[in-house]
């Protein structure tokens, strides 16, 4: 039996190829200088769209595998492999939409700060997943007060981390004065911090029930 991860893995990748699509037949339709009333422009929107639609379907699909049992045992490392595509699709389907609205600034804006706190998110996770061990230990024998006091420490740096990230982005977007160039900063950067947290979490060692 083909398993719902594997079913959201191939949906992943061609939601991320369909909005990939629409940013390319937008680039297209730019070179060709047609003009602003033609219907041609609507594609790379409805293109759009479905990408969209399948990047809803996904993260269904990724929720019940992730945080239910309905499907049966998935494999921890399926999980996270599969949220991983979870997280670039959706990034990709933000990032997208501004490209499809050369004209509006503010929207542009809008889409990367939202994608930058997304980004600024896994940060988090990635730092924390980092720290987890030595935040939680004595968790066990309830010494909150303990765990509690390590944490403030952490979310210090956390936040001088975030903060750091969010003002180089700022920077990336006042300079490049580009929506496409800051765009690729930031996929970029997305990419990188992912497959470190896949990586890292690949060598570390987790009892896997049955």
């Given at each position: 039996?083909?398993?719902?991860?594997?079913?959201?893995?191939?949906?992943?990748?061609?939601?991320i190829?369909v909005?990939?699509?629409a940013?390319g037949l937008?680039?297209?339709?730019?070179?060709?200088?047609l003009?602003?009333?033609?219907?041609?422009?609507?594609?790379?929107?409805?293109?759009?769209?479905?990408?969209?639609?399948i990047?809803?379907?996904?993260?269904?699909?990724?929720?019940?595998?992730?945080?239910?049992?309905?499907?049966?045992?998935?494999?921890?490392e399926d999980?996270?492999?599969?949220?991983?595509?979870?997280?670039?699709?959706?990034?990709?389907?933000?990032?997208?939409?501004g490209i499809?609205?050369?004209?509006?600034?503010?929207?542009?804006?809008?889409l990367?700060?939202?994608?930058?706190?997304?980004?600024?998110?896994?940060?988090f996770?990635?730092?924390?997943?980092?720290f987890?061990?030595?935040?939680?230990?004595?968790?066990?024998?309830?010494?909150?007060?303990?765990?509690t006091?390590?944490?403030?420490?952490?979310?210090?740096?956390?936040?001088?981390i975030?903060?750091?990230?969010?003002?180089?982005?700022?920077w990336?977007?006042?300079?490049?004065?580009?929506y496409?160039?800051?765009?690729?900063?930031?996929?970029?950067?997305?990419?990188?911090?992912?497959?470190?947290?896949?990586?890292?979490?690949?060598?570390?060692?987790?009892?896997?029930?049955?």
């Amino acid at each position: 039996m083909v398993r719902l991860t594997t079913v959201s893995n191939v949906l992943a990748g061609i939601g991320i190829a369909v909005i990939a699509g629409a940013g390319g037949l937008w680039a297209l339709l730019d070179q060709l200088d047609l003009g602003a009333g033609e219907t041609a422009w609507n594609y790379p929107f409805y293109l759009w769209v479905a990408g969209a639609a399948i990047l809803g379907l996904v993260v269904l699909m990724s929720s019940i595998t992730t945080f239910t049992e309905l499907t049966g045992f998935v494999h921890p490392e399926d999980k996270l492999v599969s949220n991983m595509f979870v997280y670039l699709q959706a990034l990709t389907t933000i990032l997208v939409l501004g490209i499809l609205y050369p004209n509006d600034a503010v929207l542009q804006q809008r889409l990367f700060n939202v994608a930058a706190m997304i980004v600024i998110a896994y940060v988090f996770l990635f730092v924390f997943i980092f720290f987890s061990a030595e935040i939680t230990e004595g968790s066990e024998q309830g010494q909150v007060k303990e765990m509690t006091s390590r944490f403030m420490l952490v979310a210090l740096l956390l936040g001088a981390i975030m903060a750091g990230i969010k003002v180089f982005l700022d920077w990336i977007w006042e300079v490049t004065a580009s929506y496409g160039w800051a765009s690729l900063v930031l996929g970029i950067f997305a990419v990188v911090l992912v497959f470190a947290i896949v990586a890292y979490l690949g060598r570390r060692y987790e009892p896997v029930g049955a």
